[in-house]
């Protein structure tokens, strides 16, 4: 059997950058690597359920948790019942990925979150608002797949249950959620929102234009000044909750001043560097510092004995 110390699911729309970090840092640390590309993902997962390649640690960055017949997500699925350390596991990231299953764990465990309703896909035709549920969602307010990603299927125009059928026709679900739109304040003529990521206990912080979807490195001096430390304890206790180790969240800073959880678990992290693509990437630094965390992670996981 070939045994490989790290290997790495490929998403399609990753540039060379984060991939050529985590090969070098494997490197560094006498770690033999392997990039399950789309070309040969067949062959490797029979191979693997061969028995013959098996992996100590796997860094999921292209699985899609809705469709079980994903050759991906199979591969994740027959890693993890072999032993292989997973990151992040498809039990615990399932769970946390899916909104409407996370959502009431949430509400439970004293996050600020916006105003939501949680509708089953059976429910949607008959599916109706009181007058205070219209009056705590606002108009408009959005609609969200509970699986969704990439913005598939979000309706940010919604003004009432019929727009659920758009959000059905772009990404069928098993729920949707409706929320209040929460509107971030503004910060020196910049919104109030964040995209922050959480690596084996190590944080980054970015400026996230929820208009422009454009990135900004968050500054140490800027936390101080505009005293944005609640990013980092919102972000640490998701993460006592859930469990996961690698995930980023999106969180609104409104007029009052409160932090609001918008976006809660996003695993497979988005690793496009701004030096590909300025208009949506991920600063580089940011990128490069996540890679060398997520080797460092997966060798401590190395360490760990087998359950």
Known sequence: MRTYDLIMTHKLDADDFFIHRIQQHCAERGLNFFLVEPEWVDLFEAKFRQKKVWSRVLLNMHSEHHQSDDIYHRLIQLAFESKTKVIDPPDLALAAFDKARLHPRLLSAGFELPYTLVVPREKVAEFTLSELQIANLGSPFVIKPGLGYGKRGVILD????????????????????????????????????????????????????????????LATTEMETYELGPLREIICRLAALTRMNFFSSEIAQTDSGEFVLIDYVNDQCHMLTQSANPAIGVPDEIVAAIARRLVDGAQQLMRQPAQ
């Open 158 to 217: 919604a003004v009432g249950p019929g727009d659920l059928g758009r959000s059905m026709l772009e990404w069928p679900d098993p729920h949707y959620l409706v929320q209040r739109r929460i509107a971030p304040r503004q910060i020196e003529g910049s919104p109030a929102y964040f995209r922050v990521f959480y690596v084996f206990g190590s944080v980054w912080y970015c400026w996230w234009n929820c208009y422009t979807d454009q990135y900004r490195s």
